[in-house]
């Protein structure tokens, strides 16, 4: 059945563009270890209107990057195994996943880490605690930004 809505101007159902219908949220992958974190994380973007999945470890991360193929990457920096900081650099050594916007959040705020963070290939760099209005408005600036880029649609 083709999707239909009444146009006021005509008065009868008409058929929705198929653009129309392939909308569809953006999808962040979160990858904290600590649940609470992934939780306010998570209540916060899909209040903004975001699909939003999971992972605890970075290992994790790496492979639903490959299942998901999100739209952004939310990365703590001290996860068990490996840590945001390495799935970052491995992101941005691949062809396939080099374009997808990065954000590092930790609670490690000098200006050191906040550098090095950058240099394996972080969009953006948020130190805990922070504000989740903030992170929303970063998330979205960037989303923004990433629609910019040449072969972006």
């Avoid at 653009?19 to 992958?29: H, R, S, V, Y």
């Avoid at 992101?91 to 959040?105: D, G, K, N, Q, R």
Wanted: proline share 7%; with cysteine.
């Amino acid at each position: 059945m083709v999707p239909t809505f009444v146009a006021p101007e005509l008065g009868h159902p008409v058929p929705v563009a198929d653009w129309c219908t392939d909308i569809a949220e953006p999808t962040i992958l979160v990858a904290d270890d600590d649940e609470a974190v992934r939780e306010l994380v998570t209540h916060k973007l899909v209040a903004a209107g975001y699909r939003v999945v999971t992972a605890d470890n970075g290992a994790s991360a790496l492979r639903m990057v490959v299942t998901e193929q999100p739209d952004m990457v939310i990365l703590d920096v001290s996860m068990p195994g490996l840590d945001g900081l390495s799935v970052c650099y491995e992101l941005h050594s691949s062809a396939e996943t080099a374009e997808i916007p990065v954000i590092i959040m930790s609670g490690h705020g000098r200006k050191v880490d906040i550098e090095l963070g950058m240099t394996v290939g972080a969009d953006d760099y948020l130190v805990k605690p922070f504000n989740p209005a903030e992170l929303v408005r970063r998330v979205r600036w960037l989303l923004l930004a990433n629609e910019d880029l040449p072969g972006s649609i």
